[in-house]
């Protein structure tokens, strides 16, 4: 099914390790994000990248750093990880940057940092 | 700068019990409205969505309606099922003032559902 896809789905990593965060999405949308999900705060923007080479800062962007490889892909990099970035992590798109087209979300990637 | 309020939970309801969730939100232009809801182990699936004042969003019997007057996006569902356990998030995408591109979440809400 078309979709935003999202690896690994599970990750555990030491403080100071890093990592990549994988997603790629296959419906043509132009722009793609970076959201991290924390108990009782809702979704939290991390990067945005609203058209193939360009990103930008989201709300929370301290300690990650993304790249956009193609309009199909968008990762996001840990450089030194640390036991407050762990999160769920979601990977959404969408079509423009229209307010009323919705994002569509993968399933997550869950991180803990020890 | 851009928020949104909704009722925490978790609310527990009956099967066919009539559910409102409330949602409010602050907005520097004019923002497009979303419900979103999130299964366990899952990813965010868009519920529904209104563009303008006093559109009706509904999708699987949820309905919500964008009220600029209050500031509001209630969700609301006439007789709820045990499937409908979940939660449910309100968000909102607004650019005005050159914000981040991105959508504006309330908390979530939890909601159960007992047979």
């Known amino acids: 099914n078309a979709g935003v896809t999202q690896t690994p789905k599970f990750q555990v990593l030491k403080t100071g390790q890093s990592m990549t965060l994988q997603c790629a999405q296959d419906m043509n949308h132009n722009s793609m994000y970076w959201y991290r999900q924390d108990p009782g705060m809702g979704l939290r923007l991390i990067y945005y990248?609203?058209?193939?080479?360009?990103?930008d800062k989201g709300e929370v962007p301290n300690g990650y750093n993304v790249s956009r490889l193609n309009k199909r892909e968008f990762s996001l990099r840990l450089e030194s990880a640390a036991p407050s970035q762990t999160s769920v992590y979601f990977c959404?798109?969408?079509?423009?940057?229209?307010?009323?087209?919705?994002?569509?979300f993968g399933d997550g990637t869950r991180l803990s940092i020890l | 700068g851009n928020s949104v309020t909704q009722m925490e939970g978790p609310v527990t309801l009956s099967e066919e019990a009539f559910l409102t969730i409330n949602c409010t939100y602050t907005a520097t232009g004019y923002p497009s409205l979303f419900w979103y809801v999130q299964y366990p182990g899952e990813g965010l699936q868009l519920l529904l969505k209104a563009t303008k004042a006093d559109d009706k969003g509904s999708n699987k019997g949820f309905e919500a309606t964008y009220r600029k007057e209050t500031t509001s996006f209630h969700l609301e569902k006439g007789s709820v099922q045990v499937s409908d356990s979940a939660v449910y998030f309100c968000?909102?995408?607004?650019?005005?003032?050159?914000?981040?591109?991105?959508?504006?979440f309330g908390k979530g809400t939890h909601l159960i559902i007992q047979p």
């Open positions: 990248s609203a058209s193939e080479g360009t990103t």
């Open positions: 959404a798109s969408r079509a423009g940057r229209e307010t009323g087209q919705p994002q569509h």
């Open positions: 968000a909102l995408s607004d650019r005005a003032g050159g914000g981040a591109d991105g959508l504006t």
